[in-house]
């Protein structure tokens, strides 16, 4: 509702015809699966979506409405990596996956740790 509406409801075209007046534009995306964000630490996977994009003097803002669930990124440690901190600090493999786990994937770091 907007203010001096007096509590009435709007008619939607009326609505329709105000935004487009303020240069307020307003489409439904069709045919959505999911929409996934992705950050630093993981994945947010919104299912079953519905994504409205509201254009405002040529910016646009996206809302997202759905099932939202949250799966965490495991860290993928390239083969190469673990073959160098083997070679740099003569341990086993495991050891060298272990501590470039433990470093984010850090090989500087995990050969420091590893060489301590």
């Keep these: 509702m907007f ?3 007096g509590g009435r409801g709007t008619n939607p075209a009326k609505m329709k015809q105000m935004m487009k007046q303020m240069g307020i534009d307003v489409k439904e995306l069709k045919g959505i699966e999911e929409v996934i ?7 947010i996977i919104i299912e079953n979506a519905n994504v409205t994009i509201m254009t405002v003097q040529g910016s646009e803002t996206y809302q997202i409405v759905g099932d939202v669930k949250e799966v965490p ?5 390239p083969a190469e990596d673990i ?3 083997m070679e740099q600090t003569g341990v086993s493999e495991e050891e060298a996956r272990n501590a470039l786990m433990n470093s984010n994937g850090d090989l500087a ?3 420091v740790a590893l060489s301590a």
């Excluded at 964000?37 to 993981?42: L, P, R």
């Excluded at 990124?73 to 440690?77: G, N, P």
């Design 3 to 5: 203010p001096g509406m």
């Design 37 to 43: 964000i992705k950050t630093a630490d993981s994945n």
């Design 73 to 77: 990124k495991s860290l993928e440690i």
């Design 83 to 85: 073959k160098l901190v």
């Design 109 to 111: 770091e995990a050969i």
